[in-house]
């Protein structure tokens, strides 16, 4: 997992992929205050955004998540988030198969657990071995936000 700033994003010493570049570049350049929910392509199929507005919830009610096919790009437009992560081990536990057509596995829990906070600006880039547990109120007290999650395809890496 890569943890960065829009604020700092020129001077942050990464060498993203290019396609991960263009995504944060797209992210950096976009008012999605005046964005409508939606998807939106980047890259074609390749790399594309998802606008989304909703309240944040219970860390109980959260389920940790993985990807196989695609690289998580989760930017906070608006609001804040609480997300959980760990590295990929066995001792996860799915809560069921991978699910091909949905790109995701839900686990039970997070092993260890750690968390940050993702506040307007803030962005993560989670790859496939990065477990992540989205969409968690901060201080267990829902609040509404504005987050874009864009999906960038591995194999485009």
Same mark, same amino acid.
């Given at each position: 997992?890569?943890?960065?700033?829009?604020?700092?994003? =020129?001077?942050?010493?990464?060498?993203?992929?290019?396609?991960?570049? /263009?995504? #944060?570049?797209?992210?950096?350049?976009?008012?999605? +205050? /005046? *964005?409508?929910?939606?998807?939106?392509?980047? @890259?074609?199929?390749?790399?594309? !955004?998802?606008?989304?507005?909703?309240? +944040?919830? %219970?860390? !109980? =009610?959260?389920?940790?998540?993985?990807?196989?096919?695609?690289?998580?790009?989760?930017?906070? *437009? =608006?609001?804040?988030?609480?997300?959980?992560?760990?590295?990929?081990?066995?001792? #996860?536990?799915?809560?069921? %198969?991978?699910?091909?057509? /949905? =790109? *995701?596995?839900?686990?039970?829990? #997070?092993?260890?657990?750690?968390?940050?906070?993702?506040? %307007?600006?803030?962005? @993560?880039?989670?790859?496939?071995?990065?477990?992540?547990?989205?969409?968690? !109120?901060?201080?267990?007290?829902?609040?509404?936000?504005?987050?874009?999650?864009?999906? *960038? !395809?591995?194999?485009? #890496?």
């Amino acid at each position: 997992m890569i943890i960065g700033s829009m604020d700092t994003l =020129d001077e942050n010493h990464v060498d993203y992929p290019e396609i991960i570049q /263009k995504a #944060l570049d797209y992210l950096r350049d976009t008012d999605f +205050t /005046k *964005v409508a929910d939606g998807r939106y392509p980047i @890259a074609g199929d390749k790399c594309f !955004a998802n606008v989304q507005r909703y309240n +944040t919830r %219970p860390e !109980a =009610d959260c389920k940790p998540e993985t990807h196989v096919k695609y690289v998580d790009i989760q930017y906070m *437009v =608006d609001g804040e988030e609480f997300m959980g992560w760990c590295p990929y081990s066995p001792d #996860l536990e799915p809560l069921a %198969p991978y699910d091909a057509e /949905k =790109d *995701v596995t839900f686990y039970k829990a #997070l092993v260890p657990d750690s968390s940050i906070v993702l506040s %307007p600006g803030c962005f @993560a880039v989670l790859y496939p071995e990065d477990v992540h547990r989205p969409q968690a !109120a901060v201080n267990d007290i829902p609040s509404p936000v504005i987050k874009v999650v864009v999906k *960038v !395809a591995v194999d485009s #890496l």
